[in-house]
């Protein structure tokens, strides 16, 4: 498996494993302001899935799709968690297999010229960092159990 197989795997994994560690608090709990993040584990949760939505469209010459979804459930985040994990590998790949790091593309969003290669270490990088205020959001309502979150313990994980 080489390096950006690992990325891709840890990151889809790690942050499902939060998305069902949530899956356990009550609504209120999911919906409770905290001064982190994005106020609230769902709205976290949405903007990291969004954001790997987003990216991924831009880099794969798609308009991104502004529809906003009504359910917000655990489980419906789960299944665009998924989603978006396969279309960002999609993407990512192909890049990888051209070698196309840094290769350019204009955002049409911002009209701003960007690499692959920055684009999907921004992916990457952005779910790390707000995993790590999820996590704290998670340790604040009482989760426990909770995974590190680091590559070593998915691999770990993973292995058995």
Not at 38 to 59: A, C, D, Y
Not at 61 to 68: E, F, L, S
Not at 96 to 111: A, C, H, K, V, Y
Not at 115 to 138: E, F, K, N, P
Request: hydrophobic residues 40%; negative net charge; glycine residues 6%.
């Amino acid at each position: 498996m080489d390096l950006l197989d690992r990325l891709l795997a840890h990151d889809s994994w790690t942050t499902r494993q939060l998305l069902l560690k949530a899956s356990d608090l009550s609504e209120e709990k999911l919906d409770h302001e905290i001064d982190i993040g994005h106020k609230t584990l769902r709205l976290t949760f949405l903007h990291l899935i969004r954001n790997m939505e987003v990216w991924s469209e831009l880099m794969d010459g798609r308009v991104p799709d502004q529809r906003q979804s009504t359910d917000n459930s655990i489980n419906e985040l789960i299944k665009r968690l998924d989603s978006a994990a396969e279309l960002l590998a999609t993407v990512a790949c192909s890049i990888r297999d051209r070698n196309g790091w840094d290769e350019r593309w204009i955002d049409s969003l911002d009209g701003i010229e960007k690499t692959y290669g920055g684009g999907v270490a921004h992916i990457l990088t952005h779910s790390m960092h707000h995993r790590a205020q999820i996590l704290y959001m998670l340790r604040l309502h009482g989760a426990t159990d909770l995974p590190e979150g680091d590559v070593l313990s998915w691999e770990s994980a993973s292995q058995r």
